[in-house]
């Protein structure tokens, strides 16, 4: 999959597209760990962090990161815990200033 340069919100535009069009073919992938939906990560950010995912995750990570280099690194950091689970105390950092 090829966005361009590191956008979250390009990613995750092109993530619910293809999950939007898994389900609606009725696609079944094979995976380790939590199934990747974009709804339920912005639910488990609300969940975990009180990020509101009203917006789509994207903006939730940048609002409370300091930068989109650093929420770029930071979404594969928190899918590996969403989708693994396991210790999310250490993301949950103070929000940037």
Do not use: H, V
């Amino acid at each position: 999959m090829y966005i361009g340069d590191k956008s979250l919100r390009k990613l995750e535009t092109l993530l619910w597209g293809y999950c939007t069009c898994l389900g609606m073919n009725e696609i079944k992938e094979e995976y380790e760990g939590r199934f990747f939906d974009p709804r339920d990560f912005s639910d488990w950010l609300y969940e975990e962090f009180e990020w509101s995912g009203a917006r789509g995750f994207a903006i939730s990570i940048e609002e409370n990161t300091a930068d989109a280099d650093a929420a770029w690194d930071r979404f594969f950091e928190l899918l590996q815990a969403f989708r693994f689970g396991g210790a999310t105390d250490a993301f949950a950092l103070p929000r940037p200033q």
